[in-house]
Structure formats: structure tokens, C-alpha cells
């Protein structure tokens, strides 16, 4: 069967609100404009600053819980819905590099000097964790990550939660820069989220989504402007798709890991 056809057991989603920040690019009004040929807003602040957060721990967030709560919540934002009341996925190939690298060293020379705060920051789960507590959701959050899979294996947990009966779910990704060693082996260049509510019910003006499982394209797609300006960038692979609702385009293949893609086919009406 050749896989960009779309088969009729394919998983389908409204995407109800889109959120994205990069540097130069705050928001998604920003980077669509980008996409189709604009310019990087002059101004733009170098570093989000998510407001569910009381300010001292606003400062003391990594950026890369930063990126990722400013992107859910803008893309919450867009679509009506009550943070509260979605299930989230967050998706990230690294987790925040710097913390790990912090913690790597310090282990190695001096285990007792470990920060408490640092600690708690570095695990993976760190955005999803000050998601749930800064919007006072008691709904599941989930936290992925699968390399450049990452954000198409999101996509299949989303949509599979919607499947099961979820109203809407909450999907976001995010990655930050390298550090230390650890730049070496696993490169990531820049600070980059974007988000996506995705829902069941039709919605005026909304895209819809269908995705299903099948064989890397033969050959790839030439990559918009969101993706060429921020291909160092570990998430960089999700932004095919940010490309692809900026442009209105309809078909698109996201890599899925073990040498699958998730295609995907967006409907415009």
C-alpha cells in the first residue's frame, strides 16, 4: 500500500489552538508571518516568560520549563479551553541539558554539594510537573521523548488519549541547547517549544488532523523557513508541521523512529 494515502483507520484530531515560541519569534502570530516569508519580530524577548508561574520561580525555571509553558499555555489560550482541564503530553529529546550536565559534574567531584532545586529541575518530567501545579490540573500529564521521534511519537500518544475518549489533550515540545560533553554527543543548538490543543469535536475554521503510520517517503520534502532557522535545534523536526498549518499545505511525514514516519494529512476547511 503506498503509505501517503490515507487508510480509513487513521486517527483524526481538530486542532483547536497552536502556541509557539522562538528567539525572534514569540509567538505563533509571529512565526506563521515568519513562515510565509516575513521577518523575526524586532524587540522579542530573549527568554519566555510563562505567567502561570509566581515571578521567583519564574526566574528560577530553566528555559526550557520556560519555552514549554509559555507554548501550552498560548496554544490553551487559542483554542477557549480551561488548562485545568486537559490532559497533557510533553514532549522533549534532551530534558534540560545545562541541569544535567550541572549534575554530571557535580557528582563527579563533589556528590554532597548536589543544589536541591537543580535536582528537582533536572528530571524530565520538570515541565509537565510545573504544568500540573502551576494551572492546578489534576488531569494526566504524560512526558516523552524519543530522540527526533520525539514530537511524531507525542502526536500518536494525543491522538490515541482522544481515541480513548478524551475530550481534547494538550501536546508539547521543546528542546534547548547543548552543554558540556554532553553537546558532543547529543547537539542541540537554541531554545525552541511550540504546542498544540488538539480536540475531537469539529471546529469552525480549525484545521483537522489524520495521522497514521507508514514508510519514510522517498524522497523528503524541501524544509520550510520555521524548520530551516531553527535546524540545529534537537526539536526541529516538529516544526514540518508548523510549517505545514502556516502554509496551509495538507501533507506532511514527521520521522517516528525505527525507520517509520507518522504521516500526516491536514484539512483546511
Known amino acids: 500500500m503506498n503509505a501517503s494515502v490515507r487508510p480509513a483507520a487513521a486517527l483524526s484530531a481538530v486542532i483547536e489552538g497552536i502556541g509557539y515560541w522562538s528567539r525572534g519569534l514569540p509567538d505563533w502570530t509571529a512565526a506563521r ?12 524577548p530573549a527568554r519566555p516568560s510563562p ?13 526550557t520549563v520556560a519555552v514549554a509553558l509559555e ?12 488548562p485545568a482541564a486537559l490532559s497533557s503530553v510533553f514532549v522533549s529529546s534532551h530534558g ?49 521523548s524519543a530522540l527526533e521521534a520525539g514530537f ?4 500518536i500518544e494525543a491522538l490515541a488519549q482522544l481515541a480513548a475518549g478524551e475530550d481534547a ?20 543548538e537554541g531554545l525552541l517549544g511550540a504546542a498544540l490543543v488538539l480536540g475531537r469535536a469539529p471546529c469552525a475554521g480549525a484545521p483537522t488532523l489524520h495521522a497514521w503510520l507508514g514508510d519514510a517517503p522517498a524522497e523528503a520534502d ?14 526541529a523536526p516538529m516544526l514540518a508541521l508548523f510549517d505545514a498549518l502556516a502554509a496551509g499545505d ?17 484539512s483546511h476547511d
Do not use: K
Not at 71 to 82: E, F, I, N, S, T
Not at 152 to 155: D, E, F, T
Open 169 to 188: 489533550v494538550l501536546l508539547a515540545g521543546y528542546d534547548g541547547g547543548g552543554y558540556g560533553p554532553l553537546a558532543e554527543v547529543a547537539p542541540s
Open 222 to 235: 524541501a524544509p520550510g523557513r520555521l524548520r530551516l532557522r531553527a535546524a540545529g535545534n534537537a526539536s
Open 51 to 63: 505567567q502561570l508561574l509566581p515571578a521567583n520561580e519564574r526566574r528560577r525555571a530553566p528555559e
Open 96 to 144: 534540560d541539558m545545562a541541569i544535567t550536565d550541572y549534575m554530571c559534574a557535580t557528582l563527579a567531584s563533589d556528590p554532597r554539594a548536589i543544589s536541591p532545586t537543580r535536582f528537582h529541575n533536572s528530571v524530565h518530567n520538570a515541565a509537565a510537573g510545573y504544568w500540573t501545579i502551576g494551572v492546578g490540573a489534576m488531569r494526566p500529564a504524560t512526558a516523552l
Open 71 to 82: 507554548v501550552a499555555a498560548a496554544a490553551c489560550a487559542a483554542a477557549g479551553r480551561d
Open 33 to 44: 508571518a515568519y513562515a510565509l516569508g516575513g521577518e523575526p519580530a524586532d524587540g522579542a
Open 250 to 266: 495538507n501533507r506532511l511525514a514527521l520521522p517516528a523512529g525505527g525507520g517509520r514516519c507518522l504521516w500526516m494529512e491536514l
Open 152 to 155: 511524531a511519537q507525542g502526536v
